[in-house]
């Protein structure tokens, strides 16, 4: 079955260091997306990458790196930047097209980052 | 800039009722209005969409409204079940490609047997 794997589903970071998220999608889907949920709050946009070796930043992309090398990966780093990086972080895709809107986002199972 | 508001963090309905939550947004009226059922741990699944210029969207027991004048979604689930019991999130497409969604926080339905 198709889908977005986002791996690992827990991850621990001590102070200063980075991690890399990862986020695969089998989906042949074009945009790939990062979220970070915080409770009491919406999911706030990280990146969005429309296409290979393109991305832009959204809403809170400070303390965070992406790349897009490949359609089906992109993987997000949090870098010791980040200074509040405890969070729920959600990979996400989406068609292109004319008839994309139709199908909204797949998300994947998230990961659980927690700063120790 | 855009701001949604999704009612009373928490919903408790007995089961067999019709659920009804509310999505109110400020400023413009997206181009679309999407649904999304999210369970503890996991990402959101997504449900149903409505367009600006639509008043009424249905899915099996799934309904959802859109009032531009009001801006505002109504999203109602009808005979609903303790499966049904979880966070529900509606999310504005302002742009219409889909690039950007803007997320409220969500409401906790919990139907009780």
């Known amino acids: 079955d198709g889908g977005i794997t986002q791996s690992p589903k827990y991850l621990f970071r001590k102070e200063g260091q980075n991690v890399t998220l990862s986020c695969e999608q089998n989906?042949?889907?074009?945009?790939m997306y990062w979220y970070r949920q915080d409770p009491g709050q919406g999911l706030r946009l990280i990146y969005y990458s429309q296409i290979v070796n393109d991305f832009q930043k959204g809403d809170i992309a400070e303390g965070y790196s992406v790349s897009r090398e490949k359609k089906e990966s992109f993987p997000l780093t949090v870098t010791s930047a980040q200074k509040n990086p405890t969070a729920f972080y959600l990979c996400?895709?989406?068609?292109?097209?004319?008839?994309?809107?139709?199908?909204?986002?797949?998300f994947g199972s998230g990961t659980r980052l927690t700063v120790v | 800039s855009q701001k949604i508001e999704q009612n009373s963090e928490a919903l408790n309905i007995q089961e067999g009722k019709t659920a009804t939550l509310t999505c109110n947004y400020t400023?413009?009226?997206?181009?679309?209005l999407q649904w999304y059922r999210q369970d503890p741990g996991r990402g959101p699944v997504f449900l149903l969409l409505?367009?600006?210029?639509?008043k009424e969207k249905r899915k099996e027991r799934l309904k959802v409204t859109f009032d531009t004048t009001l801006k505002q979604s109504l999203f109602h689930i009808t005979a609903s079940q303790p499966a049904d019991s979880a966070t529900y999130l509606c999310a504005l497409d302002m742009s219409g490609a889909t690039n950007k969604l803007i997320f409220g926080t969500g409401t906790l339905l919990a139907v009780q047997p």
């Open positions: 989906l042949n889907h074009d945009a």
């Open positions: 996400a895709s989406s068609r292109s097209g004319a008839t994309s809107i139709n199908y909204g986002y797949t």
């Open positions: 400023n413009y009226s997206p181009a679309y």
């Open positions: 409505i367009r600006e210029n639509e």
